[in-house]
């Protein structure tokens, strides 16, 4: 059993970068798209579906290289866990290297980049970083 399904497609996607994939598949959820498309609309992956079927759905994501094949997705790194909650207030979100890189929050907004949070002027959980 999967206690962590964010953890889960992060270190899905870690090992297709690092195996140089073309593509990933994990099983769909609400959250699991929103953080696709996060990925999508920051450049860091080319692009990602949804595959329908009688249970959950799988998504696939078509991960993204340079023109040597080195990945785009330098590192990625999950930051609340199922046993430690990490929130921030509007004012503490967390810049990644320095802006280079993309914090993922869930707010009462929806999932935001830390970017959209910051404009928006919300707080929320802390999922994840992505550089």
Same mark, same amino acid.
């Given at each position: 059993?999967? #206690?962590?399904?964010?953890?889960? %497609?992060? #270190?899905?996607?870690?090992?297709?970068? %690092?195996?140089? %994939?073309?593509? +990933?598949?994990?099983? /769909?959820?609400? %959250?699991?798209? /929103?953080? /696709?498309?996060?990925?999508?609309?920051?450049?860091?992956? @080319?692009?990602?579906?949804?595959?329908?079927?009688?249970?959950?759905? #799988?998504? *696939?994501?078509?991960?993204?290289?340079?023109?040597?094949?080195?990945?785009?997705?330098? $590192? !990625?790194? @999950?930051? =609340?866990?199922?046993? !430690?909650?990490?929130? +921030?207030?509007?004012?503490?979100?967390?810049? +990644? !290297?320095?802006?280079?890189? +993309? /914090? *993922? !929050?869930? =707010?009462? @907004?929806?999932?935001? #980049?830390?970017?959209?949070?910051?404009?928006? $002027?919300? $707080?929320?959980?802390?999922?994840?970083?992505?550089?």
């Amino acid at each position: 059993m999967m #206690t962590d399904p964010v953890a889960d %497609m992060l #270190t899905r996607i870690r090992n297709a970068c %690092m195996n140089r %994939m073309d593509k +990933v598949e994990m099983p /769909a959820s609400k %959250m699991k798209l /929103a953080i /696709a498309k996060i990925l999508k609309d920051e450049g860091f992956i @080319k692009k990602y579906r949804l595959i329908k079927d009688k249970k959950q759905g #799988t998504i *696939v994501i078509n991960l993204r290289y340079d023109d040597k094949h080195r990945p785009i997705i330098l $590192g !990625l790194k @999950k930051i =609340t866990k199922p046993g !430690l909650r990490v929130y +921030v207030k509007k004012d503490e979100i967390p810049e +990644v !290297l320095g802006g280079y890189g +993309v /914090a *993922v !929050l869930s =707010t009462s @907004k929806g999932i935001l #980049t830390d970017r959209d949070a910051k404009s928006i $002027g919300v $707080g929320g959980e802390h999922i994840l970083n992505v550089w």
